[in-house]
């Protein structure tokens, strides 16, 4: 599985309200997924933002209106040529219109003539949101099948602080991907872990490594939009948590051994993406230790292998492990997969461009129990998530061998 927005056709309605200029950067995040973008605005949400500059954006025309143009039928076009559409703010009277089947403009008579899914991103007033009426239309738009965004808490333009506040773009394209994911890990529980740990010398400093846990959220985020019950055992980042995933926040080994355990009783898989310090100081000083100190020596003893205890516990789980190496990436993940009763072993080369530490990219190969592998292009890590998750289901649905 690629991007899940590139090649995908999106319509994007941007109605009056005043956080119509953020749909500028959205359509821009679009493109960037390599999504087509085209727009359609009311007469409203030109009051706020002008067509060029949608145009420009989305390297397409920008639609205003049922007539005029050289397309007699454009709601139908692009019923016909979309794969998704998002209106983007979605006012009080747009929603009201869209609930009664009215089809006074293009956008609503859009609305009407389009079979996919339609994400609507309310925005308003925190009163008006509250309102009887927006909340019952709400309601039942989402009956229907709309997939309804929830606005943000905070200041309003009007100056009120309270619910209303259109979601960021990221927030957005974060709820879509998942609409637009199969949803064939449901019913499964994942288990991932990521980031590093923190394993302390006084009580100021600590011995770590680069991990950013980039890729292990990336991997839990995966696995909830294609329909599974997420757990997220994570190490210290500076990541935000990825909402509907159950996250355990933990700092050393030892923390993350026992809430690994914990979650592992119940989990169908397991993918252990965190990385976990090898060595523990043997004592922690209770005080910080004064530069005039030094030199001294720090004694280490090792941390309990986590990943070969699961091995010898998995019984019909699935276990997945990464190596992050600087040699010969197949023949020391093979020899790790034997070791540690793997299923899989994602190996990257950390010092490859593009699939190091703290970068959005990753380039990694996908090395199976039984000997084979495959070598992936570098990608961004979500995507790299996604054919993790692939070779997940084929392992689990037998068509390449386990351990």
């Given at each position: 599985?690629?991007?899940?927005?590139?090649?995908?056709?999106?319509?994007?309605?941007?109605?009056?309200?005043i956080?119509?200029?953020?749909?500028?950067?959205?359509?821009?995040r679009?493109?960037?997924?390599?999504?087509t973008?085209?727009?359609?605005?009311?007469?409203?949400?030109?009051?706020?933002?002008?067509?060029?500059?949608?145009?420009?954006?989305?390297?397409?025309?920008?639609?205003?209106?049922?007539?005029?143009?050289?397309?007699?039928?454009?709601?139908?076009?692009?019923?016909?040529?979309s794969?998704?559409?998002?209106v983007?703010?979605?006012?009080?009277?747009?929603?009201?219109q869209?609930?009664?089947?009215?089809?006074?403009?293009?956008?609503?008579?859009?609305?009407?003539?389009?079979?996919?899914?339609?994400?609507?991103?309310?925005?308003?007033?925190?009163?008006?949101?509250?309102?009887?009426v927006?909340?019952?239309?709400?309601k039942?738009?989402?009956?229907?099948?709309?997939?309804?965004?929830?606005?943000?808490?905070?200041?309003?333009?009007?100056?009120?602080?309270?619910?209303?506040?259109?979601?960021?773009?990221?927030?957005?394209?974060?709820?879509?991907?998942?609409?637009?994911?199969?949803?064939?890990f449901?019913?499964?529980?994942?288990?991932?872990?990521?980031?590093?740990?923190?394993?302390?010398?006084?009580?100021?400093?600590?011995?770590?490594?680069?991990?950013?846990?980039?890729?292990?959220?990336?991997?839990?985020?995966?696995?909830?939009?294609?329909?599974?019950?997420?757990?997220?055992?994570?190490?210290?980042?500076?990541l935000?948590?990825?909402?509907?995933?159950?996250?355990?926040?933990?700092?050393?080994?030892?923390?993350?051994?026992?809430?690994?355990?914990?979650?592992?009783?119940?989990?169908?898989?397991?993918?252990?993406?965190?990385?976990?310090?090898?060595?523990?100081?043997?004592?922690?000083?209770?005080?910080?230790?004064?530069?005039?100190?030094?030199?001294?020596?720090?004694?280490?003893?090792?941390?309990?292998?986590?990943?070969?205890?699961?091995g010898?516990?998995?019984?019909?789980?699935?276990?997945?492990?990464?190596?992050?190496?600087?040699?010969?990436?197949?023949?020391?993940a093979?020899?790790?997969?034997?070791?540690?009763?793997?299923?899989?072993?994602?190996?990257?080369?950390?010092?490859?461009?593009?699939?190091?530490?703290?970068?959005?990219?990753?380039?990694?190969?996908?090395?199976?129990?039984?000997?084979?592998?495959?070598?992936?292009?570098?990608?961004?890590?979500?995507?790299?998530?996604?054919?993790?998750?692939?070779?997940?289901?084929?392992?689990?649905?037998?068509?390449?061998?386990?351990g």
């Amino acid at each position: 599985m690629s991007g899940v927005l590139s090649g995908k056709r999106i319509t994007v309605g941007v109605t009056g309200g005043i956080g119509a200029y953020k749909a500028a950067e959205l359509v821009s995040r679009f493109r960037e997924e390599g999504a087509t973008v085209r727009v359609v605005m009311t007469h409203a949400a030109q009051e706020f933002i002008r067509p060029l500059t949608f145009e420009v954006l989305a390297g397409n025309p920008v639609y205003t209106g049922l007539f005029g143009g050289t397309d007699p039928l454009p709601h139908i076009t692009l019923a016909r040529e979309s794969d998704l559409l998002v209106v983007y703010p979605a006012t009080a009277h747009l929603i009201g219109q869209a609930v009664g089947g009215l089809a006074g403009d293009l956008l609503t008579a859009l609305l009407l003539a389009f079979t996919g899914p339609i994400v609507l991103c309310p925005a308003m007033n925190s009163q008006m949101f509250a309102s009887p009426v927006v909340q019952e239309n709400l309601k039942r738009l989402a009956s229907r099948g709309y997939l309804i965004v929830p606005p943000e808490t905070g200041r309003l333009a009007c100056g009120e602080t309270g619910p209303g506040r259109l979601p960021p773009p990221e927030v957005v394209l974060e709820f879509i991907r998942g609409a637009l994911v199969p949803k064939d890990f449901a019913g499964l529980r994942v288990l991932v872990t990521a980031g590093p740990t923190w394993e302390a010398l006084d009580p100021v400093r600590y011995f770590t490594n680069r991990s950013s846990g980039k890729m292990g959220y990336a991997l839990a985020r995966a696995a909830r939009d294609r329909g599974a019950e997420v757990t997220l055992v994570s190490g210290p980042t500076a990541l935000s948590p990825p909402p509907g995933v159950s996250l355990v926040f933990v700092e050393t080994a030892l923390e993350m051994r026992e809430a690994v355990l914990s979650a592992f009783e119940v989990a169908d898989v397991v993918i252990m993406a965190a990385a976990v310090s090898d060595y523990r100081p043997a004592k922690v000083a209770e005080t910080k230790i004064k530069k005039e100190s030094i030199p001294f020596a720090v004694n280490l003893v090792p941390n309990p292998d986590i990943l070969e205890e699961l091995g010898k516990l998995k019984g019909q789980r699935l276990l997945v492990g990464f190596a992050a190496e600087t040699g010969d990436l197949v023949a020391q993940a093979r020899a790790k997969a034997a070791k540690k009763n793997l299923d899989l072993v994602v190996a990257n080369d950390v010092r490859q461009e593009g699939a190091g530490f703290g970068v959005d990219t990753n380039v990694v190969l996908l090395v199976f129990r039984d000997g084979h592998f495959l070598e992936l292009p570098k990608m961004d890590k979500y995507a790299v998530a996604h054919h993790i998750l692939d070779a997940v289901k084929e392992l689990r649905e037998g068509k390449v061998g386990r351990g």
